[in-house]
């Protein structure tokens, strides 16, 4: 995992509308996707979450979390010091000294960098993850069909069958068959029946924002459905719904167990849901894996348009689940920049293999900072961007590769909200951290 710097620059943005899944993510994101959850499951949930006046939202929820685990780290005297050194390993590229150290200095070193930059990314994860319709993708929020529907929600599902109804007498595909899916298919993700367990690979995620923001987003969908299930009463169009079980794979060089692991114990005090239950499943643990996903892969230089065949996935010595059925999420948030200066053809190499490996419709989410997303290339230094690089080596020139682009965005902002500083800051004791704001690049691909 790699600082990432956050430089200020005029917001734009930009999203491709899709096709399925693309209708939780139009409601939060106007992005399109493809996991084929319903508009109003992520209406609903926005309603009886961040929306109630009555509750803390989400994000206050998360940034209170982060509050309670750093006060400590902030109120250490040797708190200032231990940062300026930090910042200086980072500078100088020394990301091994600053997050492989095995002693108490090093703990010290990493206690600092959570402190200062892991909340901030956390709650521009956290709305990421939401806009795209990741609790829905991982089977987390409750389908129309098990449920007792609102007026407004019949009206949304009847308008979306005459959509669907429309584009299969253009394509010539039997009506009656799709009705019939309509039928019995609502029960069901984008592979089938509920499973037992997913797995969720998170690349670079050793600091733990990526990994307490999932928590967040899988831990409010839970509260919320379980809360309009409990409202609903038990009639006799109600369906008992069993979530998976959610095991975030966080993959990193550095010695982060530790650490990792007191973040998920707030996860689960913050957030109980994430126990799971008899009743309802899900469960959320999180597996640290320490190693170098870039290891294994070959250092032969390809030329620069060369297209890297696939391999066995580096990563594989590692135990990561790139291969499993159970794989519905990878992420690598604010990593892919590093990866690809530490070693391009290692990282296109990564990329073509999990895209080998990678079931269909497994998802891809790569977040990086607008301010490094300038890629150099080549001995003339001509430099290319990130987006236009990964769209290249994902979803082909001509949209003829292994993955669909669901989301792309090159310069989003994503700003803290009012407030938050003060939340994180609690107590007034201990050095003051303030929650920047973030431009970020952001891809989301479905695989074909």
Same mark, same amino acid.
């Given at each position: 995992?790699?600082?990432?710097?956050?430089?200020?620059?005029?917001?734009?943005?930009?999203?491709?509308?899709?096709?399925?899944?693309?209708?939780?993510?139009?409601? @939060?994101?106007?992005?399109?996707?493809?996991?084929?959850?319903?508009?109003?499951?992520?209406?609903?949930?926005?309603?009886?979450?961040? +929306?109630?006046?009555?509750?803390?939202?989400?994000?206050?929820?998360?940034?209170?979390?982060?509050?309670?685990?750093?006060?400590?780290?902030?109120?250490?005297?040797?708190?200032?010091?231990?940062?300026?050194?930090? @910042?200086?390993?980072?500078?100088?590229?020394?990301?091994?000294?600053?997050?492989?150290?095995?002693?108490?200095?090093?703990?010290?070193?990493?206690?600092?960098?959570?402190?200062?930059?892991?909340?901030?990314?956390?709650?521009?994860?956290?709305?990421?993850?939401?806009?795209?319709?990741?609790?829905?993708?991982?089977?987390? $929020?409750?389908?129309?069909?098990?449920?007792?529907?609102? #007026?407004?929600?019949?009206?949304?599902?009847?308008? #979306?069958?005459?959509?669907?109804?429309?584009?299969?007498?253009?394509?010539?595909?039997? $009506?009656?068959?799709?009705?019939?899916?309509?039928?019995?298919?609502?029960?069901?993700?984008?592979?089938?029946?509920?499973?037992?367990?997913?797995?969720?690979?998170?690349?670079?995620?050793?600091?733990?924002? #990526?990994?307490?923001?999932?928590? +967040? $987003?899988?831990?409010?969908?839970?509260? +919320?459905?379980?809360?309009?299930?409990?409202?609903?009463?038990?009639?006799?169009?109600?369906?008992?719904?069993?979530?998976?079980?959610?095991?975030?794979?966080?993959?990193?060089?550095?010695?982060?167990?530790?650490?990792?692991? @007191?973040?998920?114990?707030?996860?689960?005090?913050?957030?109980?849901?994430?126990?799971?239950?008899?009743?309802?499943?899900?469960?959320?643990?999180?597996?640290? $894996?320490?190693?170098?996903?870039?290891?294994?892969?070959?250092?032969?230089?390809?030329?620069?348009?060369?297209?890297?065949?696939?391999?066995?996935?580096?990563?594989?010595?590692?135990?990561?689940?790139?291969?499993?059925?159970?794989?519905?999420?990878?992420?690598?948030?604010?990593?892919?920049?590093?990866?690809?200066?530490?070693?391009?053809?290692?990282?296109?190499?990564?990329?073509?293999?999990?895209?080998?490996?990678?079931?269909?419709?497994?998802?891809?989410?790569?977040?990086?900072?607008?301010?490094?997303?300038?890629?150099?290339?080549?001995?003339?230094?001509?430099?290319?961007?990130?987006?236009?690089?990964?769209?290249?080596?994902?979803?082909?020139?001509?949209?003829?590769?292994?993955?669909?682009?669901?989301?792309? #965005?090159? +310069?989003?902002?994503?700003?803290?909200?009012?407030?938050?500083?003060?939340?994180?800051?609690?107590?007034?004791?201990?050095?003051?951290?303030?929650?920047?704001?973030?431009?970020?690049?952001?891809?989301?691909?479905?695989?074909?």
């Amino acid at each position: 995992m790699r600082h990432g710097r956050i430089l200020p620059s005029s917001p734009s943005s930009s999203a491709e509308p899709l096709s399925r899944f693309r209708h939780s993510i139009d409601k @939060k994101a106007g992005a399109g996707g493809r996991v084929g959850y319903a508009k109003s499951a992520l209406a609903s949930r926005t309603t009886a979450t961040d +929306a109630d006046a009555d509750q803390p939202s989400t994000t206050t929820r998360l940034v209170s979390l982060f509050s309670r685990l750093c006060t400590p780290f902030r109120r250490s005297p040797t708190f200032n010091g231990d940062l300026q050194h930090v @910042k200086s390993l980072l500078y100088n590229k020394e990301y091994l000294a600053a997050f492989g150290t095995d002693t108490h200095a090093g703990e010290r070193w990493r206690e600092v960098y959570v402190a200062r930059w892991t909340p901030a990314r956390a709650v521009v994860y956290q709305r990421i993850l939401d806009e795209c319709a990741i609790a829905e993708a991982l089977q987390w $929020v409750e389908p129309a069909s098990h449920r007792v529907l609102s #007026e407004e929600e019949e009206l949304e599902r009847e308008r #979306e069958r005459a959509r669907r109804r429309r584009q299969a007498r253009k394509e010539g595909k039997a $009506v009656d068959e799709l009705d019939a899916a309509d039928e019995d298919g609502g029960a069901k993700g984008p592979q089938g029946d509920v499973p037992e367990e997913l797995d969720v690979v998170m690349i670079g995620a050793g600091a733990g924002s #990526e990994v307490v923001a999932l928590g +967040a $987003v899988l831990g409010a969908a839970k509260e +919320a459905t379980s809360g309009d299930a409990s409202a609903l009463g038990e009639g006799p169009a109600a369906k008992p719904f069993r979530r998976p079980r959610v095991k975030a794979h966080a993959a990193d060089q550095g010695s982060w167990m530790t650490l990792l692991g @007191k973040m998920e114990g707030e996860l689960r005090d913050e957030w109980p849901a994430l126990e799971g239950d008899e009743a309802t499943g899900g469960g959320f643990s999180v597996d640290f $894996v320490r190693g170098d996903v870039l290891a294994a892969a070959p250092q032969s230089s390809p030329s620069v348009d060369a297209a890297p065949a696939p391999a066995p996935a580096p990563a594989d010595a590692l135990g990561l689940p790139f291969s499993s059925p159970s794989l519905r999420l990878i992420t690598i948030c604010f990593t892919i920049t590093e990866l690809l200066l530490q070693s391009r053809v290692s990282t296109l190499r990564l990329l073509s293999s999990i895209s080998h490996s990678a079931p269909r419709g497994a998802l891809l989410l790569i977040v990086e900072s607008a301010s490094l997303a300038l890629i150099p290339l080549g001995k003339e230094g001509r430099t290319y961007p990130l987006g236009h690089l990964l769209d290249h080596a994902l979803a082909g020139a001509q949209g003829d590769g292994a993955w669909e682009t669901l989301r792309s #965005e090159d +310069a989003r902002w994503y700003r803290m909200p009012e407030g938050a500083d003060d939340v994180y800051n609690a107590g007034g004791q201990g050095a003051l951290v303030k929650l920047e704001n973030s431009r970020v690049v952001i891809r989301l691909y479905s695989k074909k």
